[in-house]
């Protein structure tokens, strides 16, 4: 019992660990881009800047949330061989 006990508080654990890291990667948010003809032209240095800028922080995002997939996947199997062991211990106590 106590085994079965120390096993759920690891997985509580590992399951607020998930938490953290699926909310890490935020999308960048996109620059303002005017549709006035004039403002556009005033603006014509910051707007090319800005735009760049995204298109950065966008690619950064998805590397982000590229790595993100890649480990919250790992901890997946890694959680579910744990809840599999956790299975056994249940049915063999039910023996």
Do not use: H
């Not at 997946?76 to 056994?88: F, K, N, P, T």
């Amino acid at each position: 019992m106590v085994l079965l006990k120390q096993t759920c508080a690891a997985l509580a654990v590992l399951s607020w660990g998930s938490a953290s890291i699926a909310g890490s990667c935020l999308p960048p948010v996109p620059p303002w881009m005017p549709t006035n003809a004039d403002e556009v032209q005033a603006y014509a240095d910051l707007l090319k800047r800005d735009a760049e800028m995204y298109f950065i922080d966008v690619e950064q995002y998805f590397r982000c949330l590229d790595r993100q997939r890649r480990e919250v996947f790992e901890q997946a199997r890694e959680v579910s061989g744990d809840y599999a062991r956790v299975l056994e211990f249940l049915d063999d106590m039910r023996k």
